[in-house]
């Protein structure tokens, strides 16, 4: 009997944990800056990152981590750690795309070009490019844009549900201001985290005695 309840709090476990395991592992790499300053190009960046996990369809393996990892191989192999070397080390994080490219000015207009990379097969899958006239800042505004169309594109690849982003006015606001927090959805988190940690524990009290 007591087997029997430890397996079904263990199965209603994974059905709670596997509800937030279909997200999409995907890294978002540096964009390179193009006539523009490098940290004007890392705000970019990270600004793509956060409109990337709006959509809630993909994880973002964080960069740091990613470099550390291509840092650490780089001194062990005493050598470069190239394209090939970041697929390998992406295979072994469990990331399945790439984003890669590079934001830049040319002329009076700032631009953003984007490919994504399919960590299996190393083939670059998809292009993504937008361009605004105005101040460089206010390309940040153009990263919605961008990580719309990814997420159109691999919902479609997995022949996932749309899910579209909330829209935001594009009105001359200041491009730095933080986005609000999403309060309800770290709540949600943080009840499943207690909840899994909870049945986890009684599992364990069950099978000891």
């Known amino acids: 009997m007591r087997c029997f309840m430890a397996k079904y709090v ?39 990152a956060h409109e990337l996990i709006r959509t809630k369809t993909f994880r973002i393996i964080e960069r740091n981590k990613l470099e550390l990892a ?50 299996q097969s ?33 919902q479609e690849k997995h022949n996932l549900n749309i899910k579209e982003p909330e829209l935001v006015s594009n009105t001359k606001e200041t491009p730095d201001t933080d986005p609000k927090p999403e309060t309800d959805i770290d709540l949600k988190k943080i009840a499943i985290i207690g909840l899994s940690v909870v049945l986890g524990i009684f599992t364990l009290l069950l099978i000891a005695s």
């Open 70 to 119: 291509m840092q650490e191989h780089t001194i062990q192999s005493s050598g470069l750690c190239g394209e090939d070397c970041q697929l390998e080390l992406g295979k072994v994080m469990g990331v399945q795309y790439f984003v890669l490219g590079s934001v830049g000015k040319i002329g009076i207009f700032n631009t953003i070009n984007i490919r994504i990379m399919e960590v």
């Open 122 to 154: 190393g083939e670059i899958i998809h292009t993504v490019n937008v361009e605004h006239h105005g101040p460089i800042g206010e390309l940040l505004f153009k990263t919605q844009e961008v990580a719309s169309d990814i997420n159109n594109f691999i």
């Open 10 to 48: 263990f199965f209603f476990l994974f059905m709670i944990v596997n509800t937030h395991a279909n997200l999409i592992n995907i890294a978002v790499n540096s964009l390179q800056p193009q006539n523009i300053k490098s940290e004007e190009a890392e705000v970019v960046t990270d600004r793509l």
